[in-house]
Every structure is written in C-alpha cells, then in structure tokens.
C-alpha cells in the first residue's frame, strides 16, 4: 500500500519558518522523482519543488531562494524547508511521488500552512 504523510504545516507569522516533512512508503522510492504541490483556496494546484533520483532540484519562480527541496533516500522521506515566507504562501501543500519520474502517480492527503501578515 502506498503511503505519502506529510507533516509539519501550522501557522506562521510572516518572515518566518516552516519545516514540512513527507515520509513515503509502498512504492519503489529511490527510482522515483518527489515533488511539492500546493493549493491555495480558489486557485489551481501548482508544483513548488521538485527533486530527482540524482539530486536535481526546480522550484516555482515565487518560492526561488526561499524554499528548499531535500530528500532522503536511507529514511524515505522528502523535505521542504520553507523560509521568509509571506501570507501569499499560505495553501494546503501536499508531497507527491512520480515513480520512475514519468509523472506524478502518487499523493499525500496535505498538511495546512497558514502565514499571517
């Protein structure tokens, strides 16, 4: 059974930090590519971060220099240390697991993070 959790979403004030964590299970891990979605109320889902098997990391223009995409490959979990973050970060952010990096096949339920001005 495939698992993706996420934790570590909460409320922050503007300027600050987040640390979220995914932790995968069921499906072959180290040959698949990670990514992190997000979701803000009324608008579509977009990719915030991506990792690849080799290490190799794309972020959304507005998360660039602000965020930070990890994985690890010995705990099977992926990371996303988000920093100077802004009320417009605010979204249901959710880890996503595209197997042999052909797409994205699977998703985590979401973890809330809320930035107040």
């Known amino acids: 059974q495939v698992r993706l959790v996420e934790s570590g979403g909460g409320s922050v004030q503007a300027g600050g930090s987040l640390r979220l964590s995914c932790a995968a299970s069921?499906?072959?891990?180290?040959?698949?590519?990670m990514g992190w979605f997000r979701q803000a109320p009324g608008k579509e889902r977009e990719e915030v971060a991506h990792?690849?098997?080799?290490?190799?990391?794309r972020y959304a223009d507005s998360v660039k220099g602000r965020f930070t995409i990890s994985r690890d490959n010995a705990w099977n979990t992926v990371d996303l240390q988000m920093n100077s973050l802004k009320p417009e970060d605010t979204a249901l952010y959710y880890c996503?697991?595209?197997?042999?990096?052909?797409?994205?096949?699977?998703w985590g339920q979401g973890t809330q993070v809320t930035v107040s001005s």
């Open positions: 996503a697991a595209a197997v042999g990096c052909r797409g994205y096949n699977y």
């Open positions: 069921g499906y072959p891990y180290s040959s698949s590519c």
């Open positions: 990792i690849n098997i080799n290490l190799w990391t």
